[in-house]
C-alpha cells in the first residue's frame, strides 16, 4: 500500500470516527434537551423520559435538528410556555457542546 492509500485510508477512518461522534452527540443532545423541555411542561418520571427518548428517534431524521426544534416550540406554545427562539436554539448548542464532552470523556 502506498503512502497516497495509507493517508486515503486514514482519513476515511478519521471522518467515518467524526461522523459516528456526531451523531451520538446529537442523539445525547436531544435526550437532554428532552428531559429539560420536560420539566418545562412539567412533565416527570417515566413521562419525562418518553419525550425526551421521542426527540432522540427524531435523529434518524436527515432534518433531525429542525424536527426537535419545532416539536419543542409546538409543545412549549401548547403549554403556554414562554421561551424565545433564540432561547430554544441557545441550549440546543449549549446541550450539544455538554454531550459531546460527555462522549469525549467516556461518560
Known amino acids: 500500500m502506498s503512502t497516497f492509500d495509507q493517508r486515503e485510508e486514514s482519513f476515511e477512518k ?14 445525547r443532545r436531544n ?5 429539560w423541555a420536560a420539566e418545562k411542561l412539567g412533565k416527570t418520571g417515566a413521562e419525562a423520559q418518553a419525550y425526551a427518548d421521542g ?6 431524521a436527515a432534518d ?3 424536527r426537535v426544534f419545532n416539536q419543542i416550540s409546538k409543545d412549549f406554545a401548547a403549554a403556554g410556555i414562554d421561551q424565545s ?10 446541550l450539544l457542546v455538554k454531550a459531546k464532552a460527555e ?4 461518560k
Not at 14 to 27: G, I, N, P, Y
Not at 85 to 94: P, W
Not at 103 to 106: E, L, M, N, W
Open 14 to 27: 478519521r471522518f467515518a470516527h467524526d461522523e459516528e461522534l456526531q451523531f451520538r452527540a446529537e442523539a
Open 85 to 94: 427562539e433564540h432561547q430554544i436554539l441557545r441550549t440546543m448548542d449549549e
Open 31 to 35: 435526550k437532554l434537551l428532552g428531559l
Open 103 to 106: 462522549i469525549q470523556a467516556g
Open 64 to 66: 433531525a435538528d429542525s
Open 55 to 60: 426527540l432522540v428517534a427524531a435523529e434518524i
